[in-house]
């Protein structure tokens, strides 16, 4: 992943110093690029250990509609545990969003449902869209969505998605994040029997907590190895009967875990 090495030294170098919402402070740019060719194997990055359980959990609650903390309790998956309310409740976020968008009328459009069949029957359309920006809502979200939305492209019988996130915390989240859709997108190609193609993450607010410094340095004094290649089973035909066990990632040998505070 030099890729994103290359993007988290040249936010340290250039970024500029900006005030955020958590009162933390960053150093930040606007508006990068991260392009990945799945074909050169599974963007999960080797210079540090990611934690692939919360990555697949998470992405499986989303697909499940799902917005309470007792599904990725019961799996022993913490990382929205700062977010919920007392009874674990996050509010209409991305799982409400991509499973059951309400429009005016009372109607709930099913994202995912939609998109999969739209794949299949309209490859070349240019509205291959998922969104998570529902305005009408967002005030009711524990926290505003970071990766606002995302397209898939169809072109030689290749599947590829472009991810817009308009918040972009390039230490902790975005290498979760780059796992997570790229997850999605192997998913989304066996079910509907294309080939992965390309993962695109455009980052709007790209940025580098000003306490997790020390942390990115540490990263990028080490060198990233050979990618891993992901597994899924494939008698999965339907994107919502996958579970964690039809999910294998293999090669997988990263360097140590390294750890730093979540900025709330």
Not at 40 to 66: C, M, N, Q, Y
Not at 139 to 152: E, G, I, S, T
Not at 172 to 187: C, Q, R, T
Request: aromatic share 10%; proline share 5%; hydrophobic share 40%.
């Amino acid at each position: 992943m030099k890729q994103y090495l290359d993007l988290l030294r040249n936010v340290l170098e250039h970024g500029n110093r900006r005030e955020d919402r958590t009162g933390t402070g960053t150093l930040a740019l606007f508006g990068e690029q991260l392009r990945c060719d799945l074909a050169a194997g599974f963007p999960l990055l080797t210079t540090k250990k990611i934690h692939t359980k919360s990555v697949w959990h998470e992405l499986l609650w989303f697909l499940r509609g799902d917005t309470n903390l007792g599904y990725l309790h019961k799996h022993r998956v913490s990382i929205w545990n700062e977010w919920a309310d007392d009874a674990g409740n996050l509010g209409p976020i991305y799982g409400k969003q991509w499973r059951s968008w309400p429009d005016a009328n009372g109607k709930c459009h099913d994202q995912i449902k939609k998109l999969v069949s739209d794949i299949k029957k309209y490859p070349h359309s240019r509205s291959l869209i998922v969104s998570a920006w529902n305005v009408g809502q967002l005030q009711d979200m524990r926290l505003l969505p970071c990766h606002v939305l995302f397209q898939v492209w169809v072109n030689e019988n290749k599947l590829s998605m472009q991810v817009y996130q308009r918040s972009a915390d390039l230490f902790l989240g975005v290498p979760f994040n780059i796992a997570s859709y790229s997850l999605l997108l192997h998913m989304l190609a066996q079910v509907t029997d294309l080939q992965v193609g390309e993962f695109v993450h455009v980052l709007g607010d790209a940025h580098i907590y000003l306490n997790h410094l020390e942390q990115a340095k540490l990263q990028l004094t080490r060198q990233p190895t050979n990618l891993p290649q992901i597994k899924l089973n494939p008698q999965v035909k339907d994107i919502f009967a996958f579970t964690y066990d039809d999910i294998k990632i293999e090669g997988y040998s990263p360097q140590p875990k390294i750890s730093a505070p979540v900025a709330i």
